[in-house]
């Protein structure tokens, strides 16, 4: 007898997905699977979720961003969230930064500042202080990376499987625009002739660990995302967002496990049956890596199993910089800082020459967050929460880290003073360094690069490690070792393509994401309009 269509014997089991890492990616993977029908579990090797994207708290009640220190270019995450049937807005307490950062450029033993703001007007005075015939190449830079980002949008939100992908129309289209024959700076050039100038909007590839210098062109549509779409805080930090994507994630049925690494991937054949942990075997139908890709894929997949990037070509490839961290509690106010502070030295072309010969600089460029000026949860009343960051040599690079990162610290606490900071050392009641190598032991980051991957031409689109791995069967990738790289909005992109193609290849549902209504977050509210119950 022929059985009735709503009976169970007829539906197709829920297929069951193990996903490697709770990072953005793996959150976000784990949101979309989960809405799609699958049963979703999560395996982090921490006792907290987010990756690098989360906030470290101390018992002082300093708080700081571990890795990333804002939201650019909210629109994937807010469909992500809209296909998750939540909103992000409600979820997170989100505010556009105005300005966006304080520039700092040294010169001859002075210093210029310049207020980077979305406003146009504005940013044409600012760019004035350095260069008055630059100011009138801002808005046809806009004009020009709109266009581009319109072009190239198609190409960053599809999977590269095949050599055939690389030639498909969209493509095509977009190739002209990509310039894959100039750099950053070079492309800036044609814009604005003063090289601070073009410094105000090229730093923004360290965002990838690249220099500007050598970075393809393609990247100057980092700096137009910031005053197109704006720079965002998540108030309590970068982690409050991690913590909303896991909470999502969980009302739609996924499980969480925390302090539970993942030993290796196990496999019948060349097709990956789940994952193992001290000895159990958990049965998975896919299996999603989340994990730091020079990192994570070594121990996971074994060498012989690999095709494409076995161990000896993983070693071989190119990587981004790393980079020297100071979180700092400070026992007194900083009305002296910004919320984002990134400071230029005069020599910041020999600085990214002298990390890629593998020297440290002495006099280095640095970024410096004190998120105090807009979020009053980061430190106690009184207090501040310093973090700074100063890209360094990987270990690939410059293996004798252990030996330098104490002389390291004196130098960036020197260079504070260049911010208009007296010396910080009396006012020091917390201090954290998070090294290169403490990248690698402490958060496993393969080499200490932070950026993961770099993003040169032929460690782009398809010659980057797959969204669907191409190596072994029923393993996919997020994050940033896989298509279309680095950086928290092309994550969760990538993140989009990876839970696509597994839709199709387990039989998911896969609506498209679709934006939210309405387009902006709140601008950035003083920390003095807060409450003591905030």
Not at 121 to 134: C, G, W
Not at 461 to 479: A, C, H, T, W
Not at 487 to 499: D, H, S, W
Request: contains cysteine; proline residues 8%; neutral net charge.
């Amino acid at each position: 007898m022929t059985a009735p269509l709503s009976s169970p014997a007829l539906h197709r089991p829920r297929p069951k997905v193990a996903i490697i890492g709770a990072g953005p990616g793996g959150l976000a993977a784990a949101m979309m699977l989960a809405a799609s029908g699958a049963r979703v579990t999560v395996f982090e090797k921490d006792g907290v979720v987010g990756g690098r994207t989360r906030t470290l708290t101390t018992d002082e009640g300093y708080k700081f961003d571990l890795g990333p220190t804002f939201f650019l270019y909210p629109r994937i995450l807010k469909e992500i969230f809209s296909r998750c049937g939540a909103d992000l807005e409600q979820e997170v307490d989100m505010r556009r930064l105005e300005p966006q950062y304080r520039l700092t450029f040294e010169k001859g033993g002075s210093a210029t500042h310049i207020e980077a703001s979305a406003d146009m007007a504005r940013m044409e005075a600012a760019i004035a202080q350095l260069s008055p015939k630059d100011a009138k190449g801002l808005r046809p830079f806009m004009e020009e990376n709109r266009a581009k980002l319109a072009a190239f949008r198609p190409v960053l939100e599809r999977a590269f499987s095949t050599a055939a992908d690389m030639i498909r129309p969209d493509m095509i289209k977009a190739l002209p625009l990509m310039k894959p024959w100039s750099t950053v700076d070079r492309d800036l050039a044609r814009h604005f002739s003063d090289p601070r100038v073009r410094l105000a909007f090229s730093f923004q590839t360290k965002y990838l660990g690249m220099s500007p210098f050598k970075c393809p062109s393609l990247f100057t549509i980092l700096s137009f995302l910031e005053y197109e779409h704006g720079i965002f805080h998540p108030i309590g930090g970068c982690g409050a967002v991690s913590v909303a994507m896991a909470k999502v994630a969980e009302r739609l049925g996924a499980e969480i496990r925390l302090n539970a690494p993942v030993d290796r991937i196990g496999f019948e054949g060349r097709r990956a049956k789940g994952v193992e942990i001290g000895g159990v075997r958990h049965d998975a139908d896919a299996v999603v890596v989340n994990a730091d890709f020079a990192h994570a894929i070594p121990k996971l997949i074994p060498d012989h199993l690999r095709r494409g990037w076995k161990d000896k070509k993983i070693g071989q490839a190119k990587y981004s910089c790393s980079t020297f961290m100071l979180y700092l509690g400070l026992d007194r106010e900083l009305p002296e800082l910004a919320h984002h502070n990134v400071l230029l030295s005069e020599g910041y072309q020999e600085n990214i020459a002298q990390i890629e010969r593998g020297e440290i600089p002495e006099v280095p460029s640095l970024y410096v967050q004190h998120a105090g000026a807009t979020d009053p949860t980061m430190a106690p009343k009184g207090h501040s929460a310093l973090y700074v960051l100063i890209p360094v040599p990987n270990l690939i690079k410059q293996p004798d880290w252990p030996a330098q990162a104490a002389r390291y610290r004196e130098i960036a606490l020197d260079r504070l003073k260049a911010l208009g900071l007296p010396d910080l050392r009396p006012h020091i009641r917390y201090e954290r360094i998070v090294a290169p190598q403490d990248w690698e032991s402490d958060f496993a980051v393969g080499y200490g690069a932070t950026f993961n991957l770099s993003h040169e031409l032929p460690q782009m689109l398809l010659f980057r490690p797959g969204n669907r791995f191409r190596d072994v069967e029923g393993v996919y990738l997020v994050g940033g070792g896989t298509h279309p790289g680095s950086g928290l909005p092309v994550i969760y992109e990538g993140a989009r393509i990876t839970t696509g193609l597994m839709a199709q290849d387990l039989g998911l549902a896969s609506a498209p994401s679709r934006p939210t209504a309405g387009g902006d977050f709140a601008s950035a509210t003083p920390a003095a309009a807060y409450g003591p119950e905030r």
